[in-house]
């Protein structure tokens, strides 16, 4: 282990009551050998790690890690707990705290390194001997692989001192699992015939790829030498993976899954016995899991041949999600692959009116008439050209809608469908049905049950060919000119707000793009702007809405960053630099520069920025700005109508949320024993950084 962990970054008498407390004891070891540079800072990047999962595992293991801008090499610091400090694990407290610190861009030796950390903690014996070890200097001798466990042990019985705790009582999950696998029955018939081992090929992934990756590797191949079990396991961490032999995935009898991330090139598993679960369950429950893919084999379970292979929804992992759940997810993967067409032919569009004028819409084709000395044939160019960005918005969004459900077999029918709403006036609301439609066509084509001599030719000719004719038949005759008339009513009634429906629109349009920063309710704000001005001529009131929904989502992180400078002691140091980064971010319309204030405190930060954000919509509805670019901030103030009061709307905005973040923040409690804010023991405390502000 190098000198990632010295007797200095060893605290055999731990005396925190919190994982929080723990890994600010720990991390203050760190900082005080200057491998930590802000403490607060990293300690945030742990906490958002262990948001993201608990870092608990059975068998008395508690191991926080991140990675982090503020640590300048790889370390671990370890601490041991007589009282134990929950770190949500099934089986209770951790008595054994590893505190891994990883730099943003550590390299991959390091991180072979800390990765073979994870897999000791699957030991027993390794795990026993830190409970025994009596001197931080053995401690840190052992973890970096110097002494053995079986000599630390024996130094530990030498000195006649140990951690006071019942080694047997904390066994590992490795060793659990393997015992509960050991137990798995076998039928008469099946010993007679088994001519070899029953072979498990298994992948697992986290998301930090620093430690879960490799104890669930360890685990699995600890519980299948105890069943009786071939198991190898492809680690996809964050030092890349090594993908298995193509000839061993083929003699596979059956594959595990344990991963919180997508699996990467999942379709060489396809058509095995199959069982996919989250990382931890590769950790605490290896037997069972070895089990229920023999018992899937036996019964003759397996997924669908890679022709047919699960959508990138069902790739996602979760099983469980409801069709609601699903839904969304198909229809943000038309938007996210839709938004970077709308920003290229927007602003494209936008800077031929700059240049050449509002008449550039009537400018004659740049292959005819083009003089490279005019600025208006350089505005005609410019326009014409994100006029064909914008003329493949809607098969996009209908292609990759399509695509979110049946996978590459869904392009074909998404993009004829969304075509075809382009041509028939169907807009924005034929291109989600078309998209709908085609996948759920292909994936009804799927279910049916094909010949064998066929399936080669279905995913290039059959499903193709007979997905594009349904869903033209449909967008055609069938539901295209009800689409049409819906489309053409909604635009008619936009085109006719005025005076209070304007403003009111205007607020909602705010309060949805800063409800989640950047989410899911934030994008259809967004695209509902975005598709209005997805025309060579956009009307009046669509140029409106996309004024006012840029506007309201600069508003979160010009608030925050607003709000760190005029009131400081109220944010964590590490909240303060983000604010001056969120000036540029909110500046830029990238309104996501909120999310680590609303993440830290969403109580008082998400209602204060929806305040915000509704004030400015509405106001620049009232002033009557305009937009004909879908993106850029203040970077395409020259390209709005009524610039300086919509200006006047982001200030506007702006303040109120500060003034309501301050405010509420302001009136918090402090924490027992902490400092009140503004105080002389609470600057101090800042100073320091050894106190952060209380979150409700």
Partial sequence: MSEMITADLVDLDL?????????????ERMVAKGRVTDLDGFLADVAAREAQMPTGLDGGIGIPHCRSEHVTEPTLAFGRSAAGIDFGAADGPADLIFLIAAPAGADDAHLTILSSLARQLMNAEFTDALRAVSDPETAA??????????????????SGAGAGKDTAAAPTAASAGAAAGSTTPETPEAEATQARPFRIVAVTSCPTGIAHTYMAAESLENAGREAGVEVTVETQGSAGFTR?????????????????????????????????????????RPAELISEVRAKADRGEKTAPAGAAATP????????EGYGTKLRKWLMSGVSYMVPFVAAGGLLIALGFAIGGW????????????VWTQSDSWGALLFQIGGMAFNFLIPVLAGYIAYGMADRPGLVPGFVGGAISLSINAGFLGGLAAGLIAGGVVLAIQRVRIPAAMRGIMPVVVIPLISSAVVGFLMFV?????????????????????????VLLGALLGLMMCFDLGGPVNKVAYTFATAGIAVAAPSDSAMKIMAAVMAAGMVPPLAMALATTVRGRLFTPAERENGKAAWVLGASFITEGAIPFAAADPLRVIPSAMAGGAVTGALSMMFGATLRAPHGGIFVVPLIGNPFLYLVA???????????????????????GTPAAGSAEGAAAGEKGSEQPVAA
């Fill in 650 to 672: 982001i200030a506007a905005g702006v303040c109120v949320s500060t003034a309501l973040v301050v405010v509420l923040k302001g009136m918090r409690k402090p924490a027992q």
């Fill in 313 to 320: 929804v069902e790739r996602a992992g979760d099983s469980t």
């Fill in 478 to 502: 069938v539901i295209g000119k009800p689409i049409a008339a819906a489309q053409k009513g909604m635009t008619d009634w936009l085109n006719g707000l005025t005076g209070t429906n304007a």
């Fill in 15 to 27: 005396s925190a009551e919190s994982k929080e407390a723990a890994a600010r004891a720990l991390a």
């Fill in 359 to 370: 008449t550039v819409n009537k400018a004659p084709s740049v292959m005819d008439h083009f």
């Fill in 141 to 158: 001798a052992l973890v970096r692989g110097d002494v053995t466990p079986a000599e630390a042990a024996e130094r530990a019985a030498a």
């Fill in 244 to 284: 298995l032999d193509p000839a061993v995935i083929a003699a596979a009898d059956g594959v595990v899954l344990a991963h919180d991330v997508p699996v990467r090139e999942k379709d060489r598993f396809a058509g095995k016995p199959t069982v996919d679960v989250g990382v931890k369950a590769g950790i605490n």
